[in-house]
């Protein structure tokens, strides 16, 4: 399945769900899955394509460092976590850019205990209030590689 039959089964499973930050209610599921697709390939972890009416709870991936949440955004100028969400029991937020042609990359990580001390604000104008860092400010995939594989014994360098 690819990431955009995955985006839309996962929007089709809750229409009245959570808000959303485009007119296209695919558009939010469609470029998560993609960002969760890339995920998967760099790291080895599967993607669960399990499609939940109630939505995932935040929990893209549990691996040894923690459950993992990836963000993924078209400008990534900030990590972006729902105020909504970030009860979530997520313990890392990985933001990817996604380039607009099927194409996804890792932007940084951060801790969700830091996002949570974030500032929240109307971030997109659409109502929807989100913890906020900027991306430049977020944490290098190299430090999130080092923590990964040091826990899991293994050295690999991506």
Not at 25 to 53: C, Q
Not at 79 to 102: F, Q, S, T, W
Request: charge should be negative; proline fraction near 6%; charged fraction near 25%.
């Amino acid at each position: 399945m690819n990431y955009v039959e995955l985006g839309q089964q996962r929007q089709k499973a809750h229409p009245q769900g959570t808000p959303r930050f485009f007119h296209d209610p695919n558009t939010e599921d469609i470029r998560g899955s993609l960002g969760e697709l890339l995920f998967s390939s760099v790291y080895g972890f599967p993607v669960d394509t399990a499609v939940r009416p109630n939505g995932d709870g935040g929990i893209d991936f549990t691996t040894p460092i923690g459950i993992i949440d990836v963000k993924t955004a078209l400008k990534p100028y900030n990590m972006l976590v729902k105020v909504d969400e970030a009860r979530n029991p997520v313990d890392i937020y990985v933001l990817a850019c996604d380039h607009g042609d099927g194409v996804a990359s890792f932007v940084g990580w951060e801790y969700a205990d830091v996002m949570r001390r974030c500032p929240a604000k109307d971030v997109g104008g659409k109502g929807i209030i989100s913890h906020y860092k900027s991306a430049k400010d977020i944490r290098p995939m190299k430090e999130f590689n080092t923590l990964l594989y040091a826990e899991m014994g293994q050295l690999k360098l991506l």
